[in-house]
Antibody, heavy 116, light 108 residues
């Protein structure tokens, strides 16, 4: 069974940084592309970023390009999202998801709140 | 960027009835469309991919149709566990992957 467990969310000040982690189990992590999707409170889903199975290629939404960095450590079965220069509109639940084009497995999400 | 538009925003349905949800793309996405269900406080769950293929474990009461720019998700004989928000998402032309704004299916 696919299990994805996000961590690292919390309260950050505008302009601050956070690093999210997503620990994967139940599947061969190194064989799958991975994705981050976020959901602002009471709003819909927004794709944030994705990374290929080897980590060689990454993709970003325009809203986070230049501020967020996706990475992975296949030896640790873990996906990361380094978030810098945080803004109030980055406030959301951040989900990691297995696969890239469409996602069979999702974590339960971690809440990021950006506020002074 | 391909814009996905879902209608209606809210659909009120009585238990036992069927629901028809629509999703329209701003340009063709071929059959590269997925549907997700999300219940309050939960992560989305994949229902349909490639426009009409049910994901593993998804009951036949959920069916997807369409191609190009117009898609439909039909849910037959709604039960209490089916009342949720449903999202469509295109993966034909990316990045970015884009989602519709969602349709809330509520009890009438």
């Amino acid at each position: 069974e696919v299990q994805l467990l996000e961590s690292g969310g919390g309260l950050a000040q505008p302009g601050g940084s956070l690093r999210l982690s997503c620990a994967a189990s139940g599947f061969t992590f190194r064989h799958f592309d991975m994705t981050w999707v976020r959901q602002a409170p009471g709003k819909g889903l927004e794709w944030v970023s994705a990374i290929t199975e080897t980590g060689d290629t990454s993709y970003y939404a325009d809203s986070v390009k230049g501020r967020f960095t996706i990475s992975r450590d296949n030896s640790k079965n873990t996906l990361y999202l380094q978030m810098n220069s945080l803004r109030a509109d980055d406030t959301a639940v951040y989900y990691c998801a297995k696969d890239l084009r469409y996602s069979y497995g999702w974590g339960q999400g971690t809440l990021v709140t950006v506020s002074s | 960027e391909i814009v996905m538009t879902q209608s209606p925003a809210t659909l009120s349905v009585s238990p036992g009835e069927s629901a028809t949800l629509s999703c329209r793309a701003s340009q063709t996405v071929s059959s590269n469309l997925a549907w997700y269900q999300q219940k309050p406080g939960q992560a989305p769950r994949l229902l349909i991919y490639d426009g009409s293929t049910r994901a593993t474990g998804i009951p036949a009461k959920f069916s997807g149709s369409g191609s190009g720019t117009d898609f439909t998700l039909t849910i037959s004989s709604l039960q209490s566990e089916d009342f949720a928000v449903y999202y469509c998402q295109q993966y034909d032309n990316w990045p970015p992957l884009t989602f519709g704004g969602g349709t809330r299916v509520e009890i009438k």
